[in-house]
């Protein structure tokens, strides 16, 4: 079976937070892939500094400080770190919740806290317990010190800018009403910028110490997540929702450093028309070369299924959403349920989710009523129907397939090495076998076994399932590598190991 990707891999896997350090190469902070790589502007090479397998979790923001230490908020696991310049990593705190945005100013460092009655609070890199100086933040992020000598900070969800003294005080709002605050930045003549995380890509100019006048250009970045100026004041953003570094001229124009991609891909699914949909954890995404389109910043879309004109996603952190492209429109369907990751569509429109977390497969019917399918699996990543309406699951924990028939489960393929995705074309079932990075072909009549490609980038399983939840937080999602079939027999399948999809064609005499 010959393939080629969809779109090209992606360098980084998501970009958060960002900062120019010693070395004049721009840092980059990548959440999802647990990971911070530098960016030579001038090249666009990118060079993994903090690897994932390091003692950072989720990097989301970073800042440098006087003596060339990067300083790191750990979201997830609620940490602070200093890596030194020799790069030597030490905590600093975790004594602070969701730490996010992060600022250096001179040798005193500020954090503030993402979630609803968080704090902006001063920590002592050489002892001591966090100095509060403000509190009630309505999910602070990104911040900065201001020409004036205060830290500015956004409210993301009440779309307001602060600023406090560092040596604290009571905030003043200094802008409000702007567009899904996500950062705040300052260029170098000291206008104050603020990014969205909208899909839009909009950005705010506020001329704070001039006019007063207020600019918003759209750059069509979608997700914005941060910004740093170069000393010519060049202005370069990340994307947590594609990655990527992109400069964006004061007009709006934009000119690719670092191309965007995919941050994931988990599920994969292809229309009646061909179209083909990723899920991509922070959005659904359509894979294309040159660029990956942001379909929707549908928030925490890893599984992903097309049936009749609609889409149905699941979110690893409890809920099954329908979405209709055409009407821009979403329906929560579940709520509350334990990891469910790959999902199917019956004959009779009603939806089939492997319940990973339960170690069960549900249902899910018309009027939104979940009933247990099955159950007794240890960890069931996919499901997939063939002709006869019987369905597939992939229990990745067990190494095997099983056909679920209205009885007891039946054991189709075992022996595997974390089966993930699962998908059936005619007689034939395909599946990922992640744990061996290849696709198996199984007849279904006769159980003959094929490896239809491997070497394929995708993602080794992780040892332990991660938690969903820290400080009230969404976790990393699990990886996982999903399988579809097209209109015209192509398979498509989420390389998840470098962050692309691709398109598996049949060969003459498959199949």
């Known amino acids: 079976m010959s393939h080629r990707r969809r779109n090209r891999p992606s360098p980084l896997r998501g970009s958060n937070g960002i900062a120019f350090g010693p070395d004049g190469r721009l840092h980059v902070a990548e959440f999802l892939a647990g990971r911070i790589s530098a960016v030579d502007l001038a090249s666009g090479e990118v060079e993994v500094v903090t690897p994932a397998d390091g003692p950072l ?74 100095v509060v100086l403000a509190d009630g933040l ?26 406090i003294s560092p040596d604290g005080g009571p905030p003043e709002l200094v802008a409000a009403e702007v567009h899904e605050p996500v950062a705040v930045r300052f260029d170098r003549g ?24 207020r600019r918003i250009v759209t750059t069509g970045v979608a997700g914005l997540d941060n910004a740093a100026f ?60 040159p660029e990956v389109v942001t379909h929707e910043l549908l928030i925490f879309t890893h599984g992903i299924a097309a049936d009749r004109g609609l889409l149905h996603v699941t979110s690893q ?89 209205g009885g007891p489960s039946v054991s189709v393929v075992d022996g595997l090495v974390a089966p993930q995705g699962v998908a059936v074309r005619g007689d034939e079932l395909f599946i990922v076998e992640a744990g061996r990075r290849r696709l198996l072909a199984v007849r279904l009549d006769t159980g003959e076994r094929r ?23 969404p976790g990393v999602p699990r990886q996982f590598a999903g399988l579809a079939t097209g209109p015209d027999g192509s398979l498509y399948l989420s390389a998840n ?6 398109r598996l064609s049949p060969t003459a005499g498959t199949g």
Do not use: K
């Open 57 to 130: 979790q989720s990097p989301d923001d970073l800042a440098f400080g006087v003596d060339g230490s990067m300083y790191v908020t750990d979201l997830v696991p609620g940490r602070v770190w200093r890596r030194d310049p020799r790069g030597v990593c030490t905590l600093v705190s975790d004594a602070v919740l969701v730490p996010n945005g992060i600022a250096c100013v001179g040798e005193r460092l500020f954090v503030n806290e993402m979630r609803v009655g968080g704090r902006l609070v001063e920590l002592f890199p050489t002892g001591g317990d966090p």
């Open 497 to 502: 190991g470098e962050g692309s999809v691709l």
């Open 138 to 163: 309505a999910m602070g992020n990104a911040m900065q010190l201001g020409p004036d000598g205060c830290l500015y900070y956004p409210h993301m969800l009440t779309g307001e800018v602060f600023r």
């Open 317 to 405: 952190y409890g809920d099954v959403r329908t979405h209709d492209p055409a009407r821009r429109t979403t329906r929560v369907r579940a709520t509350g349920l334990a990891r469910p990751t790959g999902i199917a569509v019956r004959g009779d429109g009603t939806l089939v989710v492997a319940e990973a977390g339960a170690g069960r497969v549900v249902a899910i019917d018309a009027d939104d009523r979940v009933t247990v399918v099955a159950d007794g699996f240890d960890e069931p990543l996919d499901v997939a129907f063939d002709a006869g309406q019987r369905c597939y699951v992939s229990d990745e924990r067990r190494g095997a397939v099983y056909r679920l028939d």
């Open 451 to 473: 490896i239809e490609a491997d070497d394929l980038a995708v993602g080794s399983p992780r040892t332990t399932t991660p938690e969903l939840f820290t400080h009230g937080m």
């Open 230 to 289: 170069d000393g010519e004041n060049r202005m370069y953003v990340s994307s947590f929702a594609s990655g990527g570094i992109t400069e964006v001229h004061p007009d709006g124009r934009t000119r690719e450093v670092v191309p965007r991609g995919l941050v994931g891909p988990h599920g994969v699914a292809v229309d009646a028309g061909g179209t083909v949909y990723a899920g991509d954890h922070y959005r659904v995404a359509i894979p294309a070369d």
């Open 190 to 213: 000291g206008v104050l910028v603020v990014l969205s995380r909208g899909a839009a890509g909009i950005v705010t100019r506020v001329d704070l110490f001039g006019s007063g006048e």
